[in-house]
């Protein structure tokens, strides 16, 4: 599987990545090999055989429909880039 | 100080020999003295330390001390600690004090430990030497020319270095294992859902599994002692008791049925790594077991089914770094799209970006069946050779890596060389099993580790198995020239 120009900028975007465009073919000589990689699976005879989500077969636990966190807003919101009046703050979306 | 094990030091402590403050200063010093050569820690909190040394030595002066009050641990830079930078070797994360404890971290508080800093890593625990941190290489103790192995190299030269008794780790394809060989430590990755993931930052949620690097197996089942257990918040932690690790340490070893992989032992491996690998299996086949060749014939497609399924969840773990809410933003947003794009190209390194887009392209439209559906069944005719295997054999042995610390440089330019550096280790991650490293002797210098694989939640055999080792060896006692 080889990867070009293109293919590397839209799955970078797609990431929500800004890649240098500079580095754009080195990405796409490194993504490709890897993609070669991993394409040796193809070899492999999956036939009937199940996808493994958890190696112990363990399934999500269900809990009581109950409170249990506590409000830690301020704390979290301590360490953000910028909040006001408890709300994160970004860039206008709608004009 | 720095040469006495955990059960010495702890006893030490308990006669009043010394104090956990002196300890821990002695720690403080050696770090001071050797850090600025290997670069094994990004955070080292003095303060905190001491704090919580004093509030250890009144704990055994009362005491009411368990085997690790007092003892000084750091703690790899993946763990969230309140109050305490946390930083993934991440430019991502660089002004991040979390606002928490991981499980692990208040596990270790509660037992009376102290927490004396924490350790570089590979960036988001992408990588096998150290190199993608953030905050610059760590250096191989054994030679300052070679990489520590990764991602948890720090945790690793830190032990191996000496300039603390025991550290954690974390383990996705190999970074507790691999790192502990190169530097010549003990490593226990245990079984998946045996520790705790909460407050571990999220790298392959159904791979990561934090464990113990220590300087031998007795240590290490100490520290597992304090690690492992059941936890609420994390919703693939099984409610299993918690054996007591050092009671079976022991255990007499004669009749224990040893499986050697023959496709561990194939192309690829350096011949003095081969060699110290025959040796060790010689030591125990001298101690009583039986050693017997086994096949694992999916091994050759544990790499490539790896690089499907960790980036495919790092993709989708690393996509909460937004720049909203904590970590790096960037200067000057035009829109939120430019926001998030610059502050996740300016916040991450590139191993990190490759991860991602590999990721995020196998879970892109049109390739979820080929990519992350067809790894995820591989990944059970990889678990389905193990559990074949361990009808045949009690544990399975071979070298951690294929080759000894390689030099710092020599593979960062191909992912792909980098990548195979774990192609022992990344197997038993995919099956969820126990893997432990621990030395095995030395190859130019270099340190060689013996990985040994258990079934399921069979920590407490593979510690067994070990310590039985390091009483007639003493590989895992020799300290890097220049350390002593």
């Known amino acids: 599987m080889s990867l070009d120009k293109h293919e590397v900028e839209r799955i970078a975007h797609l990431a929500r990545l800004e890649i240098d465009p500079a580095a754009v073919p080195e990405y796409a000589r490194n993504l490709s090999n890897i993609l070669d990689l991993v394409d040796q699976l193809d070899a492999a005879d999956t036939e009937g055989v199940e996808p493994m989500a958890h190696p112990l077969e363990a399934r999500q636990r269900l809990r009581e429909d109950v409170v249990t966190e506590t409000d830690q807003r301020e704390r979290f919101q301590a360490i953000a880039p910028q909040v006001e009046d408890g709300l994160y703050l970004v860039p206008r979306v709608i004009e | 100080m720095h040469d006495k094990n955990l059960t010495e030091l702890a006893a030490g402590l308990r006669a009043g020999d010394f104090s956990s403050e002196e300890l821990t200063r002695a720690c403080l010093e050696r770090i001071a003295a050797h850090d600025g050569e290997l670069n094994s820690f990004i955070t080292v909190d003095e303060e905190r330390a001491l704090e919580q040394a004093q509030a250890a030595d009144r704990r055994l002066a009362a005491g009411e001390a368990g085997p690790l009050t007092g003892i000084p641990v750091a703690q790899k830079d993946i763990f969230c600690t309140d109050g305490v930078l946390t930083t993934c070797a991440s430019r991502m994360l660089e002004n991040f004090v979390a606002p928490y404890s991981a499980t692990v971290v208040e596990k270790f508080d509660a037992a009376g430990a102290v927490m004396i800093g924490k350790t570089n890593m590979d960036e988001f625990a992408m990588g096998s030497s150290n190199e993608t941190s953030y905050y610059g290489p760590v250096r191989n103790p054994w030679n300052p020319d070679t990489v520590p192995g990764g991602s948890s190299g720090g945790s690793a030269a830190a032990v191996a270095a000496r300039l603390v008794p025991a550290a954690t780790g974390t383990d996705t394809g190999g970074s507790i294992r691999q790192p502990a060989a190169l530097c010549g430590v003990t490593g226990l990755k245990p079984t998946y859902g045996r520790v705790s993931r909460w407050g571990m930052i999220a790298f392959a949620s159904s791979l990561d599994q ?275």
Request: proline share 6%; hydrophobic share 40%.
């Open chain 2, 210 to 484: 934090g464990g113990p690097i220590a300087r031998s197996a007795e240590d290490a089942a100490l520290l597992l002692g304090v690690m492992a257990g059941f936890d609420e918040r994390d919703s693939t932690a099984i409610d299993r008791p918690v054996p007591d690790y050092t009671a079976t340490l022991d255990d007499d070893i004669r009749g224990l049925k040893i499986g050697l992989p023959k496709e561990y032992f194939g192309e690829g491996l350096e011949a003095g790594v081969a060699r110290a690998v025959e040796a060790a299996l010689d030591e125990y086949r001298r101690l009583g077991a039986e050693v017997v060749e086994i096949s694992l014939p999916h091994t050759h497609l544990a790499v490539p089914a790896y690089y499907v399924v960790a980036p495919a969840e790092c993709s989708s773990n690393l996509s909460r770094f937004d720049g909203v809410r904590f970590g790096h933003r960037c200067e000057n947003p035009e829109d939120l799209e430019d926001l998030y794009k610059r502050s996740r190209g300016e916040g991450f390194g590139d191993e990190v970006k490759r991860r991602i887009m590999i990721g995020t392209y196998a879970l892109s439209a049109g390739y979820y069946d080929a990519y992350y559906l067809k790894a995820q069944k591989v990944r059970r005719l990889i678990r389905d050779d193990f559990a074949r295997a361990f009808e045949q054999v009690d544990v399975i042995m071979g070298p951690t890596t294929p080759s000894p610390a390689f030099r710092l440089g020599e593979k960062t330019d191909d992912p792909i060389t980098m990548y195979l550096s774990d192609i022992y280790t990344i197997a038993v991650n995919l099956a969820g099993l126990p893997g432990l490293s621990l030395p095995a002797g030395f190859v130019d210098g270099l340190p060689v580790g013996l990985q040994i694989i258990g079934n399921d939640f069979e920590e407490a055999r593979l510690l067994n198995v070990a310590h039985q080792y390091q009483q007639v060896t003493d590989h895992h006692k020799c300290i890097p020239s220049g350390f002593e």
